[in-house]
């Protein structure tokens, strides 16, 4: 089995993947830029054959709801530029076959949570169907290696993150997330 460095945001994000991956393997890195490259450098002397983010997003899209599991086709942020991620469309496919409604879309990356939806406007203009404040710069620590991006959103404007019901969406999408981590490390052996 390839090794795998599994980032995870948040506390509650590293309980859900470690569902589907050894504890080992996944470090948890805390919230926004900053912490998600002093993971980066953490992980840069390990071995690891693989980067796989996982976590919830944002929605920019009001389409795209919890009920669905996002695969970033690739991921960006203003200071890292636009890092694509493998076979998007394969592990979506996969994803749907074991009976998870997936999209594929670009995430964006920023630097602080924003909660008025015209804060977002630009990312969303240029094509950016979600946004977190990790994975662009966690990414950068796959280099030439396969990157997976797996976001479930917990918000967005069909589910604000100032609503009653986000304990509810944010609930749903991370135990979503954990049977998604099982499906995925099945995909990769």
């Given amino acids: 089995m390839p090794g795998r460095v599994v980032f995870a945001p948040m506390r509650v994000e590293q309980w859900a993947l470690r569902r589907g ?3 080992s393997d996944v470090v948890r890195v805390g919230m926004g830029r900053e912490r998600s490259l002093a993971a980066v450098e ?3 002397a390990s071995t690891y054959d693989v980067v796989i983010v996982g ?3 944002g929605s ?3 389409s795209l709801t919890s009920k669905q599991v996002l695969v970033a086709s690739e ?7 636009t890092i694509p991620c493998t076979k998007s469309t394969e592990l979506a496919r996969y994803l749907a076959d074991a009976g998870f409604d997936t999209r594929v879309g670009p995430i964006a990356s920023v ?3 924003e909660f008025a939806n015209d804060a977002h406007d630009g990312l969303r203009d240029a094509g950016a169907v979600a946004v977190d404040m990790e994975s662009a710069w966690l990414a950068t620590a796959a280099g030439d ?9 917990s918000d967005g404007p069909a589910e604000p993150l100032v609503h009653p019901g986000v304990v509810v969406w944010g609930t749903r ?3 979503a997330l954990g049977r998604v981590s099982r499906a995925l490390a099945r995909w990769l052996d």
């Fill in 145 to 153: 290696r396969p990157l997976h991006v797996i976001r479930i959103p």
């Fill in 75 to 81: 991921v960006r942020a203003s200071d890292v530029g």
């Fill in 60 to 62: 920019l899209d009001r």
């Fill in 111 to 113: 630097p602080k949570l």
């Fill in 173 to 175: 999408s991370l135990f």
């Fill in 55 to 57: 976590g919830v997003c």
């Fill in 21 to 23: 991956f050894p504890a």
């Fill in 42 to 44: 953490r992980v840069r």
